[in-house]
T-cell receptor, first 115, second 113 residues
Framework: GAVVSQHPSWVICKSGTSVKIECRSL??????MFWYRQFPKQSLMLMAT?????????EQGVEKDKFLINHASLTLSTLTVTSAHPEDSSFYIC???????????FGPGTRLTVL | GENVEQHPSTLSVQEGDSAVIKCTYS??????FPWYKQELGKGPQLIID?????GEKKDQRIAVTLNKTAKHFSLHITETQPEDSAVYFC????????????FGTGTRLKVLA
């Protein structure tokens, strides 16, 4: 199947700093990518839809100024958590659909810990 | 809004027994229903999916059934093995044509050796 990578796999930062997470589709192009957040023992919550060449679409309740998304190319989307706080500590996962079907491929996730 | 309910939240079975996880969705326009397996600290992995024009699909020990009328779909794992232990999520497409999913709350499956 298709491969989606994320970098870094984990990151620890101080409160108030910004952190960038990359999501890459390695063997296919993705005009759309999705960013999810997952708290311990909970389900995946969609944060935003990343669109190549246009602005991201954010889900209700997600602060667009705090979670900056840039879909720089057909294989790369980045999520920047600005002015991170301990409550932003979570597992961030991206996904990308391939082809004309509904199937999405998920990245391995990035564990963010804000001290 | 649309939601997906998933039951049970935890499930323990003896090795070799079958496991069944059930989901109910609310969006009549949903037409794609994937199941994902997530191991600790990893991203979800697609294990099987079904589209709304099919009632059942099987892949070796894994099968999924769909009842569109009742808006139910279920995952069946037969001859369970310890390596099947993980968290399983069902999902339903939102029907808006944008590949968006709504995920169920997850089922933690433990297969006891």
């Amino acid at each position: 199947g298709a491969v989606v990578s994320q970098h870094p796999s984990w990151v620890i930062c101080k409160s108030g700093t910004s952190v960038k997470i990359e999501c890459r589709s390695l063997d296919f192009q993705a005009t759309t990518m999705f960013w999810y957040r997952q708290f311990p023992k909970q389900s995946l919550m969609l944060m935003a839809t990343s669109n190549e060449g246009s602005k991201a679409t954010y889900e209700q309740g997600v602060e667009k100024d705090k979670f900056l998304i840039n879909h720089a190319s057909l294989t790369l989307s980045t999520l920047t958590v600005t002015s991170a706080h301990p409550e932003d500590s979570s597992f961030y996962i991206c996904s990308a659909p391939m082809g004309g079907g509904n199937e999405q491929f998920f990245g391995p996730g990035t564990r963010l810990t804000v001290l | 809004g649309e939601n997906v309910e998933q039951h049970p939240s935890t499930l323990s079975v003896q090795e070799g027994d079958s496991a069944v996880i059930k989901c109910t969705y609310s969006d009549s326009a949903s037409n794609y229903f994937p199941w994902y397996k997530q191991e600790l600290g990893k991203g979800p992995q697609l294990i099987i999916d079904i589209r709304s024009n099919v009632g059942e699909k099987k892949d070796q020990r894994i099968a999924v059934t769909l009842n569109k009328t009742a808006k139910h779909f279920s995952l069946h794992i037969t001859e369970t093995q310890p390596e099947d232990s993980a968290v399983y999520f069902c999902a339903a497409s939102t029907g808006s044509g944008t590949y968006k999913y709504i995920f169920g709350t997850g089922t933690r499956l433990k297969v006891l050796a």
